[in-house]
């Protein structure tokens, strides 16, 4: 049965896992997955070597919003891995952009009305035609608000920064506690759901997955149920 190409919204905190299963799913139904919240890492990046912070080590906004035209991002599949890679100015910058060091920062850079102007004229291009997975905190409320099928994930802090904490050293980075980890996740969280432009937030018509006692393969199986429900829900009817 052909089915209607859709629009997949998965948000929810940091580190709940959204990416990883919202890649399985768009490679499970052949659908190109966007993960936006690398873009605001590439954005922090372009930051951070630009020398555009001030003397106190916060973001200089105006500096970064008069630069932003300078700024291309795009997505390009490695073909080793077959994983799709953040580029920065042509550069791939994945490994990068998952630092510490960028993770600090990009909080301050994502609560930029101009920053995420920008990214988001940039994301809802990229859905224009549909058949895509999009992950970040704000895709079923502003940028996809019609989108078919939305999710809110959410785990506790400290299961959340278990698994950000294994994902460091499995890179060998073992200078960063689970302490620290723990500190910057709740930070992160607080900052994400309390600014002024575009918090994180449910939608009201999002589907909430807590997955904090679920295997992968569990939260992987329970998205494609929800696919196969929802896209065979919206059919063209004439299939
Ligand atoms: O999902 P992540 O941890 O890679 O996201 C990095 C930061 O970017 C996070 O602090 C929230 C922000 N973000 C956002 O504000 N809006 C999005 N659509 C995606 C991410």
Redesign the pocket.
Known sequence: MERKRIIIAI?GF??TG??TMAKTLARRIGYAYI???????AVTLFALDNGLTNGDGTVNETALTAQLGEIAITFNVNPTTGQSETYLNGQCVEREIRSMRV?SM??Q???IAAV?RA?VAQ?QAMGRSKGIVM?????GTV?FPDAEMKVYVTASAETRAHRRHDELVAKGDTSTTYEEVLHNVME?DR??TT?AE?P?RKADDAYTLDNSHMTIAEQDQWLIDLYDKISEGTNDGNN
């Open positions: 948000d940091s580190s959204k990416s993960d936006t919240g690398a873009m605001y890492r993770s990009v909080s850079v994502a609560k995420r990214l994301q992950d970040g905190r704000d895709i940028v992160r900052i994400d600014r575009s994180l």
